[in-house]
Each structure stands twice: as C-alpha cells, then as structure tokens.
C-alpha cells in the first residue's frame, strides 16, 4: 500500500506537468484550430528565461517565477502577431507546419545562447530537496508543490473564464469566431491572449519541472507525452486536457513500477489507443451534430 501511494503521488505530480501542457494545446486549438507543436519547447525556452532570473542573474525563486511567466506570456503574444497572424486564411496545414519548424528554431536558438548551450542545468526551488514523511509514506515536496500550485492555477484560470468579461469573451469566440466579431469582440486581441496565456502557462509547468528533471534544450520533447494527453481528454475540452494529463502521468508512474523496462515509455501511447478505438473523439469531448 506504501508504494502505490507514493506511485500515485508522483504520477499525480507528473500528470500535472502533462496537464499544464496539454491546456497550452487546447487553449490555442479551441481559439484557433492550430494544434501547437510547439507547445513543448515554449516550456523549454520558459525553464531557460527562469533559469536565467535566478541562477544568471541571481534573483530569488520567488521573483524569477512570475518573470519567466511574463516574458513568456508576452513572447506569446509576439509570436502570435509575427508568425501566425500573416499565415490568416491559409489552409490549416500551413499553420501547423509554421509551429513544427518554430519549434526546430527555438530548440536550436536555445541551445546557442551563451550561459544556455547544450549542457544541463539546475534551477534550485525553495522547496527542492525536501521529503515529507506521513503513515510510512516518503514524499518528496516537489512532487506536493507541483500538485499544489497546478491546482491553484486551475482554479484561477477556472475564474478567469467564468467570471471575468475577457474570459468570457474567450468562450465566446472559441464557440464561433465569426458570430463574436459581430458582436464586437475583437476576436485577434482575443487570439493574442489566447496565446499569451499558453506560452505563460508553459512557462508554469517549465518552472514547476525544471528541479526535478535540470534545464536542457531536449526538455520540451516532453510536449510529445502531453499531446496525447490533450487527445485522451478529447482535444477541445480544458477539463479533458487536465484529466488526459493525470490519467497519462499514472499509467506512466505505475507502468515503470510494475512493468518491464522500457514499457514506461510507450504505456501513455498504448492508452490512448484504446480510449480512442472506443470513443474515437476523446473522453471529454463535445458531440456535435452537423445538419445536411
């Protein structure tokens, strides 16, 4: 019993990171319809803009947090009005294809930056290091940490859409672009949010990753664990990325326990194939009917 509950804390831990990246897909996919394939490495270049406040720099963890997030939230804006906003009324392809080779430029820039390179760095947290012990159960205070501050950012970004006129404005133009431009949305100053909260939520799970697994260029390939993640949930539904995330972070945490080497990295894929093949479309995913 010890085990599985310290399994299931840290695939929780796990889950969360993969969460906070697959809401970064459907955020934009919602607004957009462009899956970001790029989503990775944004958290990638996001561990390296914190690791540069506090480790380069020499500001506290505390400070250098909402920094990265900011800069990455304002990268994110950028990125939409440079790159993707020229590409408007191409086929969809041609915007997916932008944010595959953004991510090959960002990986590469990345890895060139004097003080970044190729080599692996550590960005220490307050709370790195630490183990919680409770009934025979070791826990390390990352693990708590990551669960806990992923929960509350749930629970602001829940308020923001619910409760807050430009979050709802959001909703509204996810729903149908055209129909809230009528209504006066301005629904490309929406689609630049959009995009800004993904590149600052990346940058959340960058920081939130960054003392467990060190600072590299690579570290955005974990955006290929967090897709399916987004698919699991059903990739138009925000709950659905959350659960998608949790439910791929314990079959992982729980296939490297109890299986052979190896299967830990494929387990994720395996269970996506199955909810596909008997809900095609996602666990959360909304039905909708299209008259002929």
């Given amino acids: 019993m010890t085990d599985i509950l310290q399994l299931v804390v840290a695939g929780v831990a796990i889950g969360c990171i993969y969460a906070l990246i697959a ?9 957009t319809e462009v899956v970001n394939f790029a989503q990775g490495d944004l958290m990638m ?31 994110g804006a950028a990125f939409d009005r440079v790159v993707l906003r020229p590409i408007i009324g191409q086929p969809q392809v041609a915007a997916v294809l932008v944010t595959i080779a953004a991510g090959f430029v960002i990986r590469g820039a990345a890895s060139m930056v004097p003080g970044w390179g190729t080599d692996t760095h550590a960005l220490k947290a307050p709370f790195s290091d630490q183990v919680v012990r409770a009934g025979g159960v070791s826990v390390s205070s990352d693990h708590l940490a990551i669960i806990g501050l992923t929960a509350a950012l749930c629970v602001v970004l829940y308020v923001f859409f619910k409760r807050t006129r ?20 301005p629904v490309r100053r929406i689609n630049t949010l959009i995009w800004s909260i993904s590149a600052g939520v990346a940058a959340f799970a960058a920081v939130l990753l960054a003392p467990i697994t060190f600072v590299h260029a690579n570290m955005g390939f974990i955006g290929l664990k967090a897709f399916p993640a987004a698919v699991l949930g059903g990739f138009g539904s925000i709950p659905g990325a959350i659960v998608g995330g949790l439910i791929i972070g314990l079959v992982e945490s729980f296939a490297g326990f109890y299986l052979p080497e190896g299967f830990k990295d494929v387990a994720a894929y ?8 008997v809900r095609p479309s996602g666990i959360f995913a909304e039905q909708r009917r299209k008259k002929v």
């Fill in 23 to 31: 809401l970064g897909f459907v955020l934009i996919y919602k607004a």
């Fill in 45 to 75: 270049l996001g561990a390296f803009v914190a690791f540069t406040f506090a480790s380069i720099w020499g500001l506290s963890f505390w400070l250098a947090f909402p920094l990265a997030i900011a800069t990455m939230a304002a990268f």
């Fill in 166 to 185: 430009v979050g709802i404005a959001m909703q509204a133009s996810s729903q149908n672009q055209l129909a809230a431009y009528y209504m006066g949305i």
């Fill in 270 to 277: 395996v269970v996506v194939l199955v909810v596909l093949i």
